[in-house]
């Protein structure tokens, strides 16, 4: 994993035999373990070649990276579902969010919203702890990319508008905030826990995290339309409602965080995935569900074949 241009590369497992148990040895002495010269040099071109690594005389300036996970936040990211049916009091839920330390909230609309009350919404996160805003909105002509262009440039925190069901697809960027907006034809519905390397991330955050936690429910809250609280909104249990309860004690409680500890090695299949790293897992929909350790349903990766079916 390329975790500085979030990219990644597929080396062979011997490469990943010299890089761990021989990593401290010369590559005069690994050549000596092989008895493979050449094989060994167009190992060490490759890592050059891409600027995976340097020759030095000594490790000394080089320790191990420290691959340990940190947040200062209790919630680092929210889900908050509307439909025309909610009764959210958005004060109160973007104030308990910030009572946590969320930094990334995604907001999903599945009716239309006039534009301007969508901006007082946002307005209201502007005392908020929030870094970053993804937005979902159902497609409409009145959201016309001018204006959607305009209303990106004016609220700074939002940094993806995704307008769905759209007739076409559509991408473009902001040069001035790095924000993206983008028309999708499909709905949705069915989106979470698909599984694809469209969606694979492969930086510093997203490997440390994955190696302890679960990297989809750790430190996930959402709120449901109906202001229930859940781990994810496409799961059935419920911790209670937004508008009655304190949400930093809930998400504290055994009952809520559980999910967050099945990592990626503790997940049938998975943990022997070379991709296990930088794929989102899911534990709302499950190969086995009265196994809460199974494959997510909607991988179609064999790592033993490395197929995609």
Known sequence: MDIQRNNFNFIPNVLFEILTKHRTKSINRIKKIYHEEQAIDDFFDFLIKKEYGIFVNSLGNFPKMDIGYQSPSLITNAIIETDRYSQHNYDNIFAQLSNVNCVAVEMRFYDFIVLQDLIKIVNQTYDSTFRTINIFLPYSVEYEQDTMKEFLLQNARVQHLIIYDAPQFIFTTEEQNSSCLEYVPYTMD??????????????????????????????????????????????????????????????????????????????SVCHDCEFRYMCHDCRAFIKDSNNIYSKPLNCKYNPYETIWN
């Open 190 to 267: 069915g989106r979470c826990g698909n599984v694809s390397p469209h969606y694979f991330r492969a930086n510093r955050e997203m490997l440390c995290e994955s190696i302890k936690w679960n990297n989809c429910l750790n430190r996930k809250v959402c709120i449901c339309k109906d202001g229930n609280i859940r781990n994810c909104t496409s799961m059935v249990q419920q911790f209670g409602n937004i508008e009655t309860c304190d949400l930093k004690h809930v998400i504290t409680q055994k009952t809520f965080t559980k999910l967050w500890n099945i990592n990626k090695d503790k997940i």
